[in-house]
């Protein structure tokens, strides 16, 4: 698997208008400055008009201009410079760990794992993780525990390999945010990390799971063991 960490001016000033989350003083005055420049100017670059009231925004045509002028701001290059930083790290860590984490990650799954995504990095304050389209991630998060950052890019890398919803979200959980880290970093789950909401489905495939764990890599079909998870939900791979 092979991650390309790009830092993308429009997409870092965009998340850090978005967030809500609290941050450093230095990310809420970068926040405050834009939107004390202009308030219209600072919903649009948000996301927070719908196309045909953009169209009726003189402002709407003066962003890339507002755009320029925010990228010279020093609570931005501050950010900037930071998330820089931390792009650089996030893909040294992984340079240092994909080999490892992609053996475990091919021995559960036998996924086909021969392929290249687009990583797009944000400042990590934003505590930012997702799937971010076809073969693209955003990611910009604090490294919480050893492996933190390489166990949750797995966990983004997994979701473009399954359909969306709460039993595959909870099997992806099980693969990267528990059997990796334990892997990598040592202990046992449950206790789970992950999103406390797919817990009560995990506990329901955990008996099925290491039963399928406790079988030889060699002698593994994913094929079978999701037959099972499809049957014990009494549902097709895209309704459960």
């Given at each position: 698997?092979k991650?390309?960490?790009?830092?993308?001016?429009?997409?870092?000033?965009?998340?850090?208008?978005?967030?809500?989350?609290?941050?450093d003083?230095?990310?809420?005055?970068?926040?405050?400055?834009v939107?004390?420049?202009?308030?219209?100017?600072?919903n649009?670059?948000?996301g927070r008009?719908g196309?045909?009231?953009?169209?009726?925004?003189?402002?709407?045509?003066?962003i890339?201009d507002f755009?320029?002028?925010?990228?010279s701001?020093?609570t931005?290059?501050?950010?900037?410079?930071?998330?820089q930083?931390?792009?650089?790290?996030?893909?040294?860590?992984?340079?240092?760990?994909?080999?490892?984490s992609?053996?475990?990650?091919h021995?559960?799954?036998?996924f086909?794992l021969?392929?290249?995504?687009?990583?797009y990095i944000?400042h990590?304050?934003?505590k930012?993780?997702?799937?971010?389209?076809?073969?693209?991630?955003?990611?910009?998060?604090?490294?919480?525990?050893?492996?933190?950052?390489?166990?949750y890019?797995w966990?983004?890398?997994?979701?473009?390999y399954?359909?969306k919803?709460?039993?595959?979200?909870?099997?992806?959980?099980l693969?990267?945010?528990?059997e990796?880290?334990?892997?990598?970093?040592?202990?046992?789950?449950?206790?789970?990390e992950?999103?406390?909401?797919?817990f009560?489905?995990m506990d329901?495939?955990?008996?099925?799971?290491?039963a399928?764990?406790?079988?030889?890599?060699e002698?593994?079909?994913f094929?079978?063991?999701?037959?099972?998870?499809?049957?014990?939900?009494?549902?097709?791979?895209?309704?459960?």
């Amino acid at each position: 698997m092979k991650l390309n960490f790009i830092l993308e001016k429009n997409i870092l000033i965009q998340r850090l208008l978005i967030s809500h989350k609290e941050h450093d003083g230095h990310v809420t005055d970068f926040q405050n400055e834009v939107w004390n420049q202009s308030e219209i100017k600072f919903n649009i670059l948000a996301g927070r008009y719908g196309l045909k009231e953009l169209q009726n925004l003189k402002e709407f045509r003066e962003i890339p201009d507002f755009l320029e002028k925010i990228q010279s701001l020093d609570t931005y290059g501050r950010i900037f410079n930071e998330t820089q930083k931390y792009r650089d790290y996030c893909q040294q860590g992984w340079e240092r760990s994909h080999e490892q984490s992609e053996k475990v990650i091919h021995s559960i799954t036998q996924f086909d794992l021969n392929r290249a995504m687009d990583v797009y990095i944000v400042h990590p304050s934003l505590k930012e993780g997702m799937h971010y389209g076809v073969n693209s991630i955003l990611w910009g998060h604090e490294e919480e525990w050893p492996h933190y950052i390489c166990v949750y890019l797995w966990h983004e890398i997994l979701h473009e390999y399954f359909e969306k919803n709460d039993v595959n979200h909870a099997l992806i959980q099980l693969i990267a945010d528990n059997e990796l880290r334990v892997v990598l970093n040592g202990g046992e789950y449950p206790p789970y990390e992950g999103h406390p909401n797919l817990f009560p489905i995990m506990d329901r495939v955990l008996p099925i799971w290491r039963a399928y764990m406790g079988t030889r890599a060699e002698d593994r079909n994913f094929g079978e063991f999701y037959n099972r998870i499809k049957e014990k939900f009494n549902a097709t791979e895209k309704e459960i």
